[in-house]
């Protein structure tokens, strides 16, 4: 069936570091990759996202890659700081699902000062 | 201003109560939905409703009804409620994007305590 899932459910990292979240994909139909923050208290919000015709896009402090061929996505994120603290989600929209957006579990990324 | 709000942000109630949530975007959107997220943080889609047309009905008890009064609006009924029910509900809302291009905006969750 459809999944979006993580390898790593918490990530610890010091400040300054950059910090990598993955994503394992099963739905080689998806054509279309976003990924979300969401901070405590608060609702998912858009950070990147990535078309399948790619395998990497770039945004402020943040890199989205793409590997087809193993169905793995991952975001990096430079320079790590204390406000990235948050829960990372990857989300799929299925070429064919329309307004079905199916979301990961999940990885809560910690930033040690 | 708020893009997507959504209230109560709290609601405590006892098992076999009625409730609501109410959600609005002042985005122009097209499309709003309901997810649910459970403990663990899992987000699972419910419903959603593309300008007050009802798309996707996920395998929800017939005891959550949904409603879209016009398309900046979309609230949430929830009948004889259980603890299962408990969760933090967030009301999205997204563009009449390129196939497959679906950035959802979300609003802060109403969160969702059955005692």
């Known amino acids: 069936g459809e999944s979006v899932g993580l390898h790593l459910p918490t990530l610890s990292v010091q400040e300054g570091d950059n910090s990598i979240i993955n994503c394992a994909y099963s739905?080689?139909?998806?054509?279309?990759f976003i990924w979300y923050k969401q901070e405590s208290g608060k609702g998912p919000q858009f950070i990147i996202d990535i078309r399948s015709n790619m395998d990497k896009r770039q945004g402020q402090r943040v890199t989205v890659l793409l590997n087809k061929t193993v169905k793995h996505l991952s975001l990096q994120i430079a320079a790590t700081q204390p406000g990235d603290s948050a829960v990372y989600f990857c989300a799929e929209n299925p070429a064919t699902g329309g307004f079905k957006t199916i979301f990961g579990a999940g990885t809560r990324l910690f930033v040690k000062a | 201003d708020t893009a997507v709000s959504q209230t109560p942000k709290y609601l405590v109630t006892q098992m076999g109560n009625d409730k609501s949530i109410k959600c609005e975007q002042n985005?122009?959107?097209?499309?709003m939905y309901w997810y649910k997220q459970d403990s663990k943080k899992f987000l699972k889609i419910m419903f959603s409703y593309n300008n007050k047309e009802l798309i996707i009905n996920e395998t929800v008890p017939n005891r959550f009804s949904p409603k879209s009064p016009d398309k900046a609006h979309l609230n949430l009924h929830i009948n004889s409620l259980e603890l299962g029910d408990s969760a933090v509900y967030f009301c999205?809302?997204?563009?009449?994007?390129?196939?497959?291009?679906?950035?959802?905006?979300f609003g802060a969750g109403s969160r969702l305590t059955v005692l």
């Open positions: 999205a809302s997204s563009p009449r994007g390129a196939r497959g291009a679906n950035v959802l905006t």
């Open positions: 985005l122009g959107h097209d499309t």
């Open positions: 739905n080689s139909a998806s054509d279309y």
